[in-house]
């Protein structure tokens, strides 16, 4: 149980354009998910808190208007990322806390923005 | 100094031998803790979580948690190469705002 899916696994955008980034809690419901964004050879870093049916709280220094998130049920959250540039280019992350469970992570998405 | 700090490595052990990882934080109200590994290129999966004193065991992991010194450890009894991997340390802070903050992880290596 406490599965968490992401899609896509990866993705190739030119600069300029939009890509949207979907996470599902697949057996639970999770009110709060988490976005994190990793560079090669780094930790992860939190972006933001998406919190279902309420604006998501974004961490210092991530541009809210860069990094649209939308929490529109108990089981989807996504994140686009608008008007993408190569420094874009990371290794997203979204991850959901069940109860009982640990914070469980999706597989990720590989955005390479060209 | 960091929230939460790890040795980066790389550490390296021989096949069958005790693997010891460390990691300290800084925030002493800190409740939860956990242990993830993760491969090249894949997402973090959760070996296990502590938030009492003492140690927890769950197969060939061992992890141990010290509030005091604040100061958690992950222990891999009988190291296999699939255990090659950076393992990360997490922090769930106190307070209503449940996020985790990593540490920047450790390499591991295990020598066939």
């Known amino acids: 149980g406490a599965v968490v899916s992401q899609h896509p696994s990866w993705v190739i955008c030119k600069s300029g354009t939009s890509v949207k980034i979907e996470c599902r809690s697949l057996?639970?419901?999770?009110?709060?998910m988490f976005w994190y964004r990793q560079f090669p050879k780094q930790s992860l870093m939190l972006m933001a808190t998406?919190?279902?049916?309420?604006?998501?709280?974004?961490e210092q220094g991530v541009e809210k208007d860069k990094f649209l998130i939308n929490h529109a049920s108990l089981t989807l959250s996504t994140l686009t990322v608008t008007s993408a540039h190569p420094e874009d280019s990371s290794f997203y992350i979204c991850?959901?806390?069940?109860?009982?469970?640990?914070?469980?992570f999706g597989s990720g998405t590989r955005l390479t923005v060209v | 100094q960091k929230e939460v700090e790890q040795n980066s490595g790389p550490l390296s052990v021989p096949e069958g031998a005790i693997a010891s990882l460390n990691c300290t934080y800084s925030?002493?109200?800190?409740?939860?803790f956990f242990w993830y590994r993760q491969y090249s290129g894949k997402s973090p999966e959760l070996i296990m979580f502590?938030?009492?004193?003492g140690d927890k065991e769950d197969g060939r992991f061992t992890a141990q948690l010290n509030k005091a010194s604040q100061y958690v450890s992950l222990l891999i009894r009988d190291s296999q190469p699939s255990d090659s991997a950076t393992y990360l340390c997490?922090?769930?802070?106190?307070?209503?705002?449940?996020?985790?903050?990593f540490g920047s992880g450790t390499q591991l290596t295990v020598l066939p």
């Open positions: 057996d639970f419901q999770a009110t709060t």
């Open positions: 925030d002493r109200g800190s409740q939860s």
């Open positions: 502590i938030y009492s004193n």
């Open positions: 998406s919190n279902e049916g309420s604006k998501a709280t974004y």
């Open positions: 997490a922090v769930e802070r106190a307070g209503s705002a449940r996020q985790l903050t």
């Open positions: 991850s959901a806390r069940p109860a009982l469970y640990g914070y469980t």
